[in-house]
């Protein structure tokens, strides 16, 4: 018998997975029970435990420091993960820390007792050495015998799934994760006919996935829930909203983040000459796909982008940077950047060169940038090349207002901002928008808005 450990902060699902699971069934009995990580440990030292099925979110001492803890005291122990589907960032982790197989809750709600626990004794005897000969007839095969499966996924934590009733009772159906199924037909014809009439809206994506022929089931299901999400994400052909992997390209090594060049890469989008230049663009776009960052990191990065051109070029154009995602596949994070790209080439248009509206754009980013200092037209003229008669001219032209004009407006924007995110005093504000004088600036703050710098900050009428 296989010896289970059982930990979980809530008492309820803890009672739950001993008392509904068919244990025996599967060669297992349920030795202990702990709420958290230090009594998990505590247990251990004291008990043959064979197989810990932990829950990531606990008080004390999380899932994730149990595991680690377990890895270095008791590596002979198999680890199982229990989580929400909203903890996908930490099941990655953990399956790197060693967790053989990963069980959302959602699967117990919907009692997939007997399909879990057989699972994970496939998973148990594969890594104990034992094959698969004395599993039970009764149960499946531990090898994929048909080549093509599918996932069927969604990025949005509310996601439509109509599309689910049409295909339950068409084959095998296993959620992977939170929002994203896998299903294999019981007959390819079946399964053309089935994704004909599948009604998927636009927040969920197919993808078919070739090469399972011979594989191990926990191999694929433990590769399909490490970086599936990502790696489908970033896949070139799409057609008919249908992406087509293969199990020998999603089984390789994740690429390891070098931190100092997604910084570098950062600062080069920050520079927003790709706003001006298509194929700066192009090559841009080229080297952020091939970091295959995580989705939510994806789109933090885009959002740190949309809200710096908001902060100084909004009050430029008028094209402001909508705010990113959520993103079902990498085009739609290229889109993102061409329609931004565009929105502000026809504001703009063809009066003056690529290299003009650039220096522009330029002069634009050095005010933002040295607000708190004294900036004169003739000093940013002289930074970006040009003569401070044709340079007022063309900003002007680009910007809608004077270079003056301007600079005040963006001072006036950043005190709105102090003062309502900060509780700094006047003075101090006055300070770093570039005005040595507070009064002078109150006096200026209230001709501009209507009010005092006081009554804007308390919010007056």
Same mark, same amino acid.
């Given at each position: 018998?296989?010896?289970?450990? !059982?930990?979980?902060?809530?008492?309820?699902?803890?009672?739950?997975?001993?008392?509904?699971?068919?244990?025996?069934?599967?060669?297992?009995?349920?030795?202990?029970?702990?709420?958290?990580?230090?009594?998990?440990?505590?247990?251990?030292?004291?008990?043959? @435990?064979?197989?810990?099925?932990?829950? $990531?979110?606990?008080? !004390?001492? *999380?899932?994730?420091?149990?595991?680690?803890?377990?890895?270095?005291?008791?590596?002979e122990v198999f680890m199982i993960v229990l989580t929400l589907h909203q903890d996908f960032e930490f099941v990655q982790e953990a399956l790197r820390l060693g967790a053989i197989d990963y069980i959302a809750k959602i699967q117990l709600e919907r009692e997939h007792f007997e399909e879990v626990l057989g699972r994970i004794h496939s998973r148990l005897l594969h890594e104990r050495g034992k094959g698969v000969d004395t599993i039970s007839s009764n149960h499946r095969?531990?090898?994929? !015998?048909?080549?093509?499966?599918?996932?069927?996924?969604?990025?949005?934590?509310?996601?439509?799934?109509?599309?689910?009733?049409?295909?339950?009772?068409?084959?095998?159906?296993?959620?992977?994760?939170?929002?994203?199924?896998?299903?294999?037909?019981? =007959?390819?014809?079946?399964?053309?006919?089935?994704?004909?009439?599948?009604?998927?809206?636009?927040?969920?994506?197919?993808?078919?996935?070739?090469?399972?022929?011979?594989?191990?089931?926990?191999?694929?299901?433990?590769?399909?829930?490490?970086?599936?999400?990502?790696?489908?994400?970033?896949?070139? =052909?799409?057609?008919?909203?249908?992406?087509?992997?293969?199990?020998?390209?999603?089984?390789?090594?994740?690429?390891?983040?070098?931190? &100092?060049? +997604?910084?570098?890469?950062?600062? &080069?989008? +920050?520079?927003?000459?790709?706003?001006?230049?298509?194929?700066?663009?192009? /090559?841009?776009?080229? &080297?952020?796909?091939? $970091?295959?960052?995580?989705?939510?990191?994806?789109?933090?990065?885009?959002?740190?982008?949309?809200?710096?051109?908001?902060?100084?070029?909004?009050?430029?154009? *008028?094209?402001? =940077?909508?705010?990113?995602?959520?993103?079902?596949?990498?085009?739609?994070?290229?889109?993102?950047?061409?329609?931004?790209?565009?929105?502000?080439?026809?504001?703009?248009?063809?009066?003056?060169?690529?290299?003009?509206?650039?220096?522009?754009?330029?002069?634009?980013?050095?005010?933002?940038?040295? $607000?708190?200092?004294?900036?004169?037209?003739?000093?940013?003229?002289?930074? @970006?090349?040009?003569?401070?008669?044709?340079?007022?001219?063309?900003?002007?032209?680009? !910007?809608?207002? *004077?270079?003056?004009?301007?600079?005040? /407006?963006?001072?006036?924007?950043? =005190?709105?901002?102090? +003062?309502?995110?900060?509780?700094?005093?006047?003075?101090?504000?006055?300070?770093?928008?570039?005005?040595?004088?507070?009064?002078? #600036?109150?006096?200026?703050?209230?001709? /501009?808005?209507?009010?005092?710098?006081?009554? #804007?900050?308390?919010?007056?009428?």
């Amino acid at each position: 018998m296989i010896n289970v450990l !059982v930990v979980d902060d809530d008492n309820l699902v803890r009672r739950g997975l001993i008392s509904a699971m068919p244990w025996s069934r599967f060669d297992m009995q349920v030795i202990g029970e702990a709420s958290n990580g230090e009594m998990a440990l505590e247990f251990m030292e004291n008990h043959s @435990v064979e197989l810990l099925m932990t829950d $990531l979110s606990m008080p !004390v001492m *999380s899932g994730l420091e149990l595991m680690k803890a377990t890895k270095e005291r008791f590596p002979e122990v198999f680890m199982i993960v229990l989580t929400l589907h909203q903890d996908f960032e930490f099941v990655q982790e953990a399956l790197r820390l060693g967790a053989i197989d990963y069980i959302a809750k959602i699967q117990l709600e919907r009692e997939h007792f007997e399909e879990v626990l057989g699972r994970i004794h496939s998973r148990l005897l594969h890594e104990r050495g034992k094959g698969v000969d004395t599993i039970s007839s009764n149960h499946r095969l531990d090898t994929f !015998v048909s080549d093509v499966g599918y996932i069927i996924y969604s990025s949005l934590e509310q996601a439509d799934t109509q599309w689910e009733q049409a295909m339950l009772g068409t084959g095998e159906w296993i959620e992977i994760y939170g929002n994203c199924w896998f299903w294999q037909p019981d =007959a390819v014809k079946a399964n053309n006919e089935v994704l004909k009439r599948i009604p998927t809206p636009r927040d969920w994506m197919i993808v078919k996935v070739e090469g399972l022929q011979g594989r191990e089931r926990s191999d694929v299901f433990r590769i399909l829930r490490r970086d599936s999400h990502k790696h489908f994400f970033y896949l070139d =052909a799409i057609e008919n909203d249908m992406i087509t992997a293969h199990m020998d390209n999603m089984d390789k090594a994740p690429i390891v983040m070098n931190e &100092e060049v +997604l910084a570098a890469q950062m600062s &080069e989008w +920050l520079n927003f000459n790709w706003m001006r230049d298509n194929s700066l663009l192009r /090559q841009l776009l080229q &080297e952020l796909k091939a $970091l295959q960052l995580s989705v939510p990191r994806l789109s933090r990065f885009m959002m740190e982008i949309s809200s710096e051109w908001n902060k100084c070029y909004s009050s430029a154009v *008028s094209s402001n =940077a909508s705010m990113p995602g959520p993103f079902m596949h990498w085009n739609e994070c290229e889109g993102w950047f061409i329609n931004l790209k565009k929105s502000v080439s026809d504001e703009i248009g063809s009066q003056y060169s690529k290299e003009v509206v650039n220096c522009i754009m330029v002069a634009v980013r050095i005010v933002h940038e040295e $607000l708190g200092q004294q900036v004169f037209a003739v000093d940013v003229a002289k930074r @970006v090349n040009m003569s401070r008669s044709y340079f007022n001219q063309c900003f002007k032209d680009i !910007v809608g207002r *004077s270079f003056n004009e301007f600079v005040q /407006q963006a001072r006036i924007e950043k =005190a709105k901002e102090y +003062l309502m995110r900060t509780n700094r005093p006047i003075v101090w504000i006055s300070e770093q928008i570039g005005y040595s004088d507070d009064k002078y #600036f109150s006096r200026l703050f209230r001709e /501009q808005t209507g009010k005092t710098p006081s009554e #804007f900050r308390r919010g007056e009428q």
